[in-house]
């Protein structure tokens, strides 16, 4: 059979073009979107807070740090609860001791002493991570040691973080810190090993009130789902456009 | 608390009012150094451009050293980032594995493309100095003269041809990189600006003049300090001169230097100029807009850190030493003392972005403080303390003396540029 170079060519390059085809009609993803596209979708952690319930026990945080591994003393804490007392004065005084993990057992704030007739009201605010939907921290690590998993939660690779400190920056919420012993940036990540082993996370089991609770926003019968789809809940410092995934039952609007 | 146990940030933070209990000052003294070192590497690369590329002849001596001054600068910006790393063995990462949505991902690239440009530069402008020295060595004795030889051969790179079309052609490359260099440069510093600016949940930071403001701020820090370091040097070597009673006049080297100061003192009163401008529009802007945030930063700006912004940064720092500049009769001694006034009022600018966007809690209730620790009793006190900063200080200038030994940026030894 005779072939001249021009036919040679043209038969190599139909032969390539049709060798390609099978492999560009797949679309590559990575094994995070192949997960989302199957089952990932079906779970999207959220966590409700009922500010109304809380009475500033401190047992939550203290759970958390023993969980989690925090040293019990240092000034650092994945989660906190903060009082709040707003005077007739129209003053509000905030604190935190601890980060409040050992109660509230005196109406003193910062060594000062408030005259319960001054008051006009009074609560307490647990803060956690807010697990955000755009999240400024996983944006800025400059080496992507803290990603967003499929179901929500952000979480941080010990073994990876360089502690540039730049995600602990970029927090609004003040949530990250750096971890004493690891040196590597912390943060709550909702109890991960325990969510996804079918536990609670340590602080909705320690609060004896209830006032935290955690559930799925994909599922509609979820009762936290529920209560945010049904009630008034608030977020916190939603200009910032984290779309934060902690929500709140009678948050005050003095709550920063 | 045991050694171990320190939370990094608690050390040198008092805490005033409400603050959040995980917030520290994070980014200390270093974080000041790392756009201060950096400023003074862009900065003094655009000065030796601005004879390189726009054919500034009287700035061809303090082109030169600038050019070399800013080699000797470039490791050094990134000693400060290196200091701070909580987990210093891991720096490399962001080469290996950069996100790239992040700022600082991009540090790696950036610095060493500059890096390159900034090389290759100065191998296009010595090369026909290091091929002479190859030649004038050769016949000497000595091992000193020996091993100096190797490194200078090693310099040339193979390329010996020294014809006036070799050299015309080298000329033109310097020339070439000394123009993409200038984007680069003000990229590498823009992007430090960008860092900053791009941080939302920080009140003072957010803004998008921060990346101009930087790289004015910037070019003003490094044509100060390369017009320091240039009189401090000639004015030794005339100091000199005049004990040896030496073959270079000392006037000579006093007129040729008097011209060069008074046009780059030009070029630092513009810069001065436009930095302030943008500064000024900023603070304005914030306080008419007055956000959410505005209560807090102003009692920050205008009271807690008045003496810092008001008085240290924009007086002594900008309105003195721009003053200083303009009144006529300037002599080098002003000079030199306005130089000094201008390079601390681009530190206070630094320290009052850096320190004072954590001046003010997250919760806009409270108030951090920051006690720099002086004398160090642990290497995270030594290296975010006084002692940490001052060795950044004074490692370009170790590095130029290194440098300057086989790539002589001053008098009639320099290059062919």
Same mark, same amino acid.
């Given at each position: 059979?005779?072939?001249?170079?021009?036919?040679?060519?043209?038969?190599?390059?139909?032969?390539?073009?049709?060798?390609?085809?099978?492999?560009?009609?797949?679309?590559?993803?990575?094994?995070?979107?192949?997960?989302?596209?199957?089952?990932?979708?079906?779970?999207?952690?959220?966590?409700?807070?009922?500010?109304?319930?809380?009475?500033?026990?401190?047992?939550?945080?203290?759970?958390?740090?023993?969980?989690?591994?925090?040293?019990?003393?240092?000034?650092?804490?994945?989660?906190?609860?903060?009082?709040?007392?707003?005077?007739?004065?129209?003053?509000?005084?905030?604190?935190?001791?601890?980060?409040?993990?050992?109660?509230?057992?005196?109406?003193?704030?910062?060594?000062?002493?408030?005259?319960?007739?001054?008051?006009?009201?009074?609560?307490?605010?647990?803060?956690?991570?807010?697990?955000?939907?755009?999240?400024?921290?996983?944006?800025?690590?400059?080496?992507?040691?803290?990603?967003?998993?499929?179901?929500?939660?952000?979480?941080?690779?010990?073994?990876?973080?360089?502690?540039?400190?730049?995600?602990?920056?970029?927090?609004?919420?003040?949530?990250?810190?750096?971890?004493?012993?690891?040196?590597?940036?912390?943060?709550?990540?909702?109890?991960?090993?325990?969510?996804?082993?079918?536990?609670?996370?340590?602080?909705?089991?320690?609060?004896?009130?209830?006032?935290?609770?955690?559930?799925?926003?994909?599922?509609?019968?979820?009762?936290?789902?529920?209560?945010?789809?049904?009630?008034?809940?608030?977020?916190?410092?939603?200009?910032?456009?984290?779309?934060?995934?902690?929500?709140?039952?009678?948050?005050?609007?003095?709550?920063? | 608390?045991?050694?171990?146990?320190?939370?990094?940030?608690?050390?040198?933070?008092?805490?005033?009012?409400?603050?959040?209990?995980?917030?520290?000052?994070?980014?200390?003294?270093?974080?000041?150094?790392?756009?201060?070192?950096?400023?003074?590497?862009?900065?003094?690369?655009?000065?030796?451009?601005?004879?390189?590329?726009?054919?500034?002849?009287?700035?061809?001596? %303090? *082109?030169? =050293?600038?050019? #070399? !001054? @800013?080699?000797?600068? +470039?490791? &050094?910006?990134?000693?400060?980032?290196?200091?701070?790393?909580?987990?210093?063995?891991?720096?490399?990462?962001?080469?290996?594995?950069?996100?790239?949505?992040?700022? %600082? *991902?991009? =540090?790696?690239? #950036? !610095? @060493?493309?500059?890096? +390159?440009? &900034?090389?290759?530069?100065?191998?296009?402008?010595?090369?026909?100095?290091?091929?002479?020295?190859?030649?004038?060595?050769?016949?000497?004795?000595?091992?000193?003269?020996?091993?100096?030889?190797?490194?200078?051969?090693?310099?040339?790179?193979?390329?010996?041809?020294?014809?006036?079309?070799?050299?015309?052609?080298?000329?033109?490359?310097?020339?070439?990189?000394?123009?993409?260099?200038?984007?680069?440069?003000?990229?590498?510093?823009?992007?430090?600006?960008?860092?900053?600016?791009?941080?939302?949940?920080?009140?003072?930071?957010?803004?998008?003049?921060?990346?101009?403001?930087?790289?004015?701020?910037?070019?003003?820090?490094?044509?100060?300090?390369?017009?320091?370091?240039?009189?401090?040097?000639?004015?030794?070597?005339?100091?000199?001169?005049?004990?040896?009673?030496?073959?270079?006049?000392?006037?000579?080297?006093?007129?040729?230097?008097?011209?060069?100061?008074?046009?780059?003192?030009?070029?630092?009163?513009?810069?001065?100029?436009?930095?302030?401008?943008?500064?000024?529009?900023?603070?304005?802007?914030?306080?008419?807009?007055?956000?959410?945030?505005?209560?807090?930063?102003?009692?920050?700006?205008?009271?807690?850190?008045?003496?810092?912004?008001?008085?240290?940064?924009?007086?002594?720092?900008?309105?003195?030493?721009?003053?200083?500049?303009?009144?006529?009769?300037?002599?080098?001694?002003?000079?030199?003392?306005?130089?000094?006034?201008?390079?601390?009022?681009?530190?206070?600018?630094?320290?009052?972005?850096?320190?004072?966007?954590?001046?003010?809690?997250?919760?806009?209730?409270?108030?951090?403080?920051?006690?720099?620790?002086?004398?160090?009793?642990?290497?995270?006190?030594?290296?975010?303390?006084?002692?940490?900063?001052?060795?950044?200080?004074?490692?370009?200038?170790?590095?130029?003396?290194?440098?300057?030994?086989?790539?002589?940026?001053?008098?009639?030894?320099?290059?062919?540029?």
């Amino acid at each position: 059979m005779s072939c001249s170079r021009r036919e040679f060519l043209k038969n190599t390059m139909a032969g390539a073009v049709a060798a390609a085809m099978p492999a560009c009609s797949v679309i590559l993803l990575a094994p995070g979107e192949a997960k989302a596209m199957t089952d990932g979708s079906k779970l999207r952690w959220a966590f409700l807070v009922d500010t109304e319930k809380c009475v500033g026990c401190g047992l939550c945080v203290d759970a958390c740090k023993t969980e989690n591994e925090i040293p019990y003393d240092a000034p650092v804490s994945r989660t906190w609860v903060e009082r709040y007392v707003i005077t007739k004065d129209g003053e509000t005084h905030i604190d935190s001791p601890k980060a409040g993990r050992d109660g509230f057992t005196t109406g003193e704030i910062r060594g000062e002493e408030i005259d319960p007739e001054d008051i006009d009201k009074a609560f307490f605010v647990p803060k956690l991570c807010n697990q955000c939907d755009n999240p400024p921290c996983v944006q800025v690590c400059p080496v992507g040691a803290t990603y967003q998993t499929d179901d929500g939660v952000v979480l941080v690779d010990r073994k990876w973080c360089i502690g540039c400190g730049y995600c602990v920056m970029a927090c609004p919420y003040g949530v990250r810190f750096f971890h004493p012993i690891h040196k590597t940036a912390e943060k709550c990540n909702f109890c991960y090993h325990r969510i996804t082993d079918g536990k609670q996370a340590a602080c909705v089991q320690a609060c004896p009130f209830e006032a935290r609770k955690m559930g799925n926003l994909r599922d509609p019968e979820d009762p936290v789902t529920k209560v945010i789809s049904n009630e008034r809940v608030q977020v916190l410092k939603d200009e910032y456009g984290t779309k934060p995934h902690v929500f709140y039952l009678g948050l005050d609007e003095k709550v920063r | 608390m045991s050694a171990d146990l320190v939370v990094h940030g608690a050390e040198w933070t008092v805490k005033e009012l409400f603050v959040y209990p995980n917030e520290f000052i994070y980014w200390s003294i270093q974080i000041v150094m790392y756009p201060y070192m950096t400023g003074l590497v862009a900065g003094a690369f655009v000065l030796s451009s601005l004879y390189h590329v726009f054919g500034q002849k009287d700035l061809k001596e %303090i *082109a030169q =050293f600038s050019l #070399v !001054f @800013s080699l000797a600068l +470039l490791p &050094v910006a990134a000693v400060p980032l290196l200091l701070h790393l909580q987990q210093p063995l891991r720096a490399m990462e962001p080469l290996l594995t950069p996100h790239f949505t992040s700022a %600082i *991902a991009a =540090f790696g690239i #950036v !610095f @060493s493309t500059y890096a +390159l440009i &900034v090389l290759s530069e100065i191998w296009f402008v010595y090369r026909g100095y290091f091929v002479a020295q190859v030649h004038a060595l050769r016949d000497q004795p000595g091992i000193g003269n020996s091993l100096r030889r190797s490194v200078y051969r090693g310099l040339t790179l193979g390329a010996y041809d020294v014809s006036d079309e070799a050299l015309a052609t080298d000329h033109k490359a310097a020339k070439i990189l000394a123009a993409v260099g200038i984007p680069v440069a003000c990229f590498l510093h823009g992007y430090a600006g960008f860092i900053f600016g791009s941080v939302k949940a920080n009140a003072l930071w957010m803004s998008p003049l921060m990346p101009v403001i930087f790289i004015m701020s910037a070019v003003v820090s490094g044509i100060a300090l390369c017009m320091l370091t240039y009189i401090v040097i000639m004015e030794w070597q005339a100091f000199r001169n005049r004990r040896r009673g030496g073959a270079v006049q000392a006037s000579e080297i006093r007129g040729a230097e008097a011209d060069v100061v008074s046009k780059s003192a030009r070029y630092l009163l513009g810069f001065l100029v436009a930095a302030i401008s943008l500064e000024i529009l900023d603070l304005i802007f914030r306080g008419y807009t007055a956000m959410k945030s505005w209560d807090i930063l102003r009692s920050v700006m205008y009271g807690k850190d008045f003496m810092n912004i008001f008085v240290l940064q924009y007086t002594l720092g900008n309105l003195v030493p721009f003053i200083l500049l303009i009144l006529p009769g300037r002599t080098i001694k002003r000079t030199v003392l306005a130089l000094l006034l201008v390079l601390f009022g681009v530190f206070m600018m630094r320290w009052n972005v850096v320190i004072g966007g954590q001046a003010f809690s997250l919760s806009f209730s409270g108030y951090m403080h920051y006690h720099i620790p002086i004398i160090p009793h642990s290497v995270e006190t030594f290296k975010e303390g006084v002692f940490g900063a001052l060795f950044v200080i004074t490692l370009p200038f170790i590095l130029f003396w290194g440098i300057n030994k086989f790539v002589p940026s001053l008098g009639r030894d320099a290059g062919t540029g």
